[in-house]
């Protein structure tokens, strides 16, 4: 199996130490696709007025998040075997932590939903997991006051320096002083 997209994906159940999961010989990790946040309006329509007005804050949604992956087995006793294991590792009922080696220090709690496996060739299958995403966002792997307690890399754009290390310092509670 060829694949050019050599990304990684980790995941992390509740409670279990975070596994990676690379393309080998027989599966591949092609994609992470995170959903839009969708805002959600709370609106009421008045009687003899036209349209409608919003009426307390707007919220978020919840999104969901895909990955998409491939197998690629010897033999069909083979493929058999992935496909339980595939099974097992995606069918939870606890929240489960996912992050790329894209950005690798932005995550998403999410559960996963049932998913079928689509058949490419005899020992070959494709397939996606959709998770639902409760919060609707991705989040920061540790809190803005730790980032340096990280030893994992930072995605592109951070501009974080590492040759130091920087205390989180503020002065009042809002974003403008």
């Known amino acids: 199996m ?9 995941i992390k159940k509740q409670g279990e130490p975070e596994i990676a999961i690379t393309a080998n010989h027989q599966f591949a990790f092609l ?4 959903g839009t946040p969708k805002p959600r309006m709370n609106t009421y329509t008045p009687t003899g ?3 409608q007005i919003q009426q307390g804050a707007i919220t978020y949604d919840a999104t969901t998040v895909q990955a998409d992956f491939l197998i690629n087995a010897r033999n069909a006793y083979e493929l058999d075997l992935l496909e339980h294991k595939i099974y ?20 998403v709690y999410c559960y996963p939903q049932p998913f079928t496996m ?10 996606s997991v ?4 409760l919060s609707g966002f991705r989040q920061s792997i540790v809190n803005s006051d730790e980032i340096f307690k990280f030893d994992g890399n930072y995605q592109v ?11 989180y310092h503020f002065k009042s509670n809002g974003c403008v002083s």
């Not at 994609?31 to 995170?34: D, R």
């Not at 754009?157 to 290390?165: E, F, Q």
């Open 2 to 10: 060829q694949v050019s997209n050599m990304q990684t994906l980790y």
């Open 31 to 34: 994609s992470l696709i995170n």
């Open 49 to 51: 007025i036209d349209g």
């Open 88 to 107: 097992d590792l995606f069918s939870s009922r606890a929240v489960m932590r996912l992050r790329s080696s894209v950005s690798p220090a932005l995550v």
């Open 118 to 127: 689509t058949r490419v060739d005899y020992a070959e299958k494709s397939f």
């Open 130 to 133: 959709t998770f639902n995403n």
């Open 157 to 167: 754009g951070l501009n974080l320096p590492r040759d130091k290390d920087h205390s």
